[in-house]
């Protein structure tokens, strides 16, 4: 599962130390290539993943629990564009207004220095 399968939660998972509900999102791909596209399917998995949270869809995993934070995040193989930048960060704020915290870091890649 990835970015480009705006349908699904790539990876989610509880911090029990704070009550947290963290959903990732996995995304691998270039962003010279198709930056519009990039962006667009982008919003459609943010969009998704805030719709899952306040629908409350991980009842089906977790039943009746109510979680008192909720975190996502999205991972990163390759440094987004400024637009990419400027969109994540736009997000962030966006998403800070409905309790979700939002991060973005990019993945560093094995073997290099």
Do not use: C
């Not at 399968?5 to 963290?22: F, H, V």
């Not at 440094?79 to 990419?84: A, H, L, R, S, V």
Request: net charge neutral; aromatic share 12%.
């Amino acid at each position: 599962m990835s970015v480009k399968d705006p349908n699904s939660i790539d990876a989610m998972g509880i911090d029990e130390s704070t009550n947290t509900l963290s959903l990732l999102i996995i995304d691998p791909y270039p962003w010279l290539i198709q930056e519009a596209d990039h962006l667009k399917t982008m919003q459609e998995k943010i969009n998704n993943y805030v719709r899952y949270i306040e629908s409350k869809g991980y009842a089906d995993q977790y039943g009746e629990r109510t979680f008192a934070h909720f975190h996502i995040e999205v991972a990163l193989k390759y440094t987004p564009t400024e637009d990419g930048l400027r969109f994540f960060e736009a997000g962030k704020r966006q998403l800070k207004q409905r309790g979700i915290r939002f991060v973005y870091t990019v993945v560093p890649r094995k073997g290099r220095m």
